[in-house]
């Protein structure tokens, strides 16, 4: 094992490094070109055995990218915002092939207005495509995480793609320590790939991701698709008790920050959790009850023990990076979902907005949150989500309004 | 307790590299470490902006570093360019470092913290490195000493494996160890009092419906680009010789940002708040009648 500080991107890089890859399609994007950087620059001294090639768009990368996997070869790319949104067609159509790759998506703002700061409405735009999706927190979280993914991929009960995702910026352009584990060691985590099924071979005709007009068997292969992915839950689960035996680092489908007592959970989801938990160790410190929960593993979406940790508690927000027009912060929907059976649901489920195109959240917005869900004021459930916004933010919009020639009324 | 300093430069004068060396050097004293750059205006004399964090625990912060411990400043004209955000929160850092000759004139005028220690890195670069800008290993060797908790030992074998990183050879590494040792031993080390992380209080505002003209994001009075100064990335300044100049306008035609008009005579006037100093200009001109001055120091 090696200690060094490494990127986000790097991290991804060592972790496709690690699980010996053969087959990187690549097309650049900021904040995730640092990746196939990396990669190539391997590849070319030999580093890496294997093809890597560039693409002329995401969405040729991504076809590469499933049509690869179909031939038995463990297969890695990297994209990011627009470039996940144009590879959209892609990403449904592999995962229907049930395509056992691993995709990372360095998380930035979607256009217009156009921006390179993170938030998770790209990545949460693919919640429905058959991916496994697993989001994390840490530069060490997420070269663990792509070794676990294929893990994860390429088990029978899943066989389907898996993303990682990480946060541009806060992540892919911050070094932090992350261990390297040795070769010999990731060896006996992840094997070298041996597909048990049949895969596209010379001399070995089959066909993959044929066409069915009958409306019925449609329905059934899109439904196998989704037992695949919540086969992922226990499968995720299976894999991380055999990295935290192998690597020491525990992984849940859900992380708790000071759970145990508390009356108050903020939920939140990649690398902002850091600043959740600061904001947590600020309230404990003042003698509040409050405890984070981040969301890890968002497909499949770990029902269970969301329902588990939130049940019982007085109040939760849902803080989301993420803003589906007309409804609100995505992940506070599905969780609300979620807890519906839960008999012990908390009284009060409140949406929050905060980190749009990465604006930081400081902690007076924290602190507004708080104070929201200790008073109650509005609904208890499904009430407007509010943004976390300050007068600072309104004083720089204020100020951009007037030099594109806006009026200060309105209008 | 962590340390929080944020490194200000132009782009080329090797910022995020020295946020990088002074990360590397806490790591190996075995602490914490986050460091980052922000990505810009990623071209040559734009103002750059990298950080470090390190301390005992994890570091349970990410972004931007409103206010530092320690501002390290690579180049003294940015402190005229307000955009460049040099001063931010200097009210609660504990230091700010000038790579200038002399403090005392620039804390004058631009109402610096008396706590301001300067060194002339750009001196003692050229001479030791000969490259004036090569100011990564100088900017990290003051920080790693004025924050008095790493030694000279783990600043070196920092600034060797970063140099290495970035493939410099063997020599041009040595000489940078020689600066390393130079500026380390030079600077006093000074108390960093602990302290949590400190934000400027903030209101929340609500945000309600706007109106279209407000909730979209049009521009109805076009060409407010000329406010942006982009003149402020400019290295190198080009000064017209009128006594040579022959009017054939080719500087005035040619110039890629259009910040070259001709005058009621046909002599050209350079807009110095947009020219960004690429000296074509002067390239073109068939007499060298334009002529360049240096502006940054660092260069
Ligand atoms: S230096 Fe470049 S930008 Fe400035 S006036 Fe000359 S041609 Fe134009
Ligand atoms: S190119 Fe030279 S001679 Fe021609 S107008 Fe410009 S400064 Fe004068």
Known sequence: ?411 | MVLRIRFHGRGGQGVKTASRIVGTAAFLVGYQVQDSPVYGAERRGAAVVAFTRFGEEAILERGVIEHPDLIVVGDETLLANPAAGVMVGQETATAIFLNAESAQPLVEQYALSPSTIAWDLTRRTQAIVGVASALSVGLAAATARLVGLIPEAQLLSAVRRELMELHLPEGAIAKNLDLASEVFNALPSLEFPLRDGQETPQKISSVLYEGLLRGSPSILNTGNAEQRQTGAWRLERPEVNFEQCTRCGLCFLQCPDGAITLDQNGYPIIDYDHCKGCMLCQTLCPVQAILSKQEVRSW
């Not at chain 1, 991107?9 to 640092?34: C, K, M, S």
């Not at chain 1, 992350?178 to 895969?199: T, W």
């Not at chain 1, 008790?241 to 489908?253: D, L, T």
């Open chain 1, 1 to 411: 094992m090696v200690r060094m500080l490494l990127t986000g991107n790097a991290a991804a890089a060592w972790g496709a490094r690690l699980a010996d890859i053969d087959y990187v399609p690549a097309f650049p994007i900021t904040p995730q070109t640092e990746i196939i950087e990396s990669l190539a620059a391997w590849f070319a001294d030999g580093t890496l055995q294997g093809k890597f090639v560039t693409l002329d768009s995401e969405h040729a990368m991504m076809t590469a990218a499933g049509a690869a996997a179909a031939t038995g070869v463990r297969t890695f790319t990297a994209t990011s915002s627009q470039g996940l949104l144009y590879a959209m067609e892609a990403l449904y159509t592999i995962a229907g092939w049930r395509a056992p790759l691993v995709l990372v998506n360095v998380s930035r703002g979607l256009s217009a207005p156009i921006t390179l700061g993170p938030d998770h409405n790209d990545v949460l735009a693919a919640r429905d495509t058959g991916f496994v999706q697993i989001h994390a927190e840490t530069c060490q979280e997420v070269l663990d995480s792509i070794l676990m993914a294929f893990h994860i991929a390429e088990d029978s009960r899943v066989w389907a793609p898996v993303l990682v995702n990480l946060d541009g910026f806060y992540l892919s352009f911050t070094r932090e320590s992350v261990d390297i584990p040795d070769e010999a060691a990731v060896r006996s985590f992840l094997p070298a790939y041996q597909p048990k099924h049949p895969v596209f071979r010379a001399s070995q005709p089959m066909a993959q991701g044929v066409a069915v007009l009958d409306s019925s068997i449609y329905s059934y292969f899109r439904y196998q698709l989704h037992r695949a992915v919540e086969n992922a839950g226990p499968v995720h689960a299976e894999v991380s008790a055999r990295f935290q035996a192998q690597f020491g680092r525990p992984y849940g489908a859900i992380e708790t920050y000071d759970t145990d007592d508390a009356e108050t959970l903020l939920v939140m989801a990649g690398s902002f959790a850091t600043k959740g938990k600061a904001a947590v160790r600020h309230w404990r410190r003042q003698g509040k009850r409050v405890g984070l929960v981040r969301l890890r593993l968002i497909r499949p979406l770990p029902v269970r023990e969301l329902t588990e940790v939130l049940s019982g508690r007085r109040a939760v927000a849902v803080l989301d990076q993420s803003l589906s027009p007309g409804l609100g912060g995505i992940l506070y929907h599905e969780i609300a979902a979620a807890l519906a059976a839960s008999p012990q649901r908390p009284q009060v489920l409140r949406s929050f907005i905060g980190g749009l195109g990465g604006k930081d959240i400081s902690q007076a917005e924290f602190d507004y949150l708080l104070e929201e869900l200790e008073t109650v004021k509005a609904t208890p459930y499904f009430g407007q989500p509010e943004l976390l916004f300050t007068e600072r933010d309104r004083a720089r919009v204020r100020q951009q309004l007037a030099l594109a020639g806006k009026s200060p009324e309105g209008g």
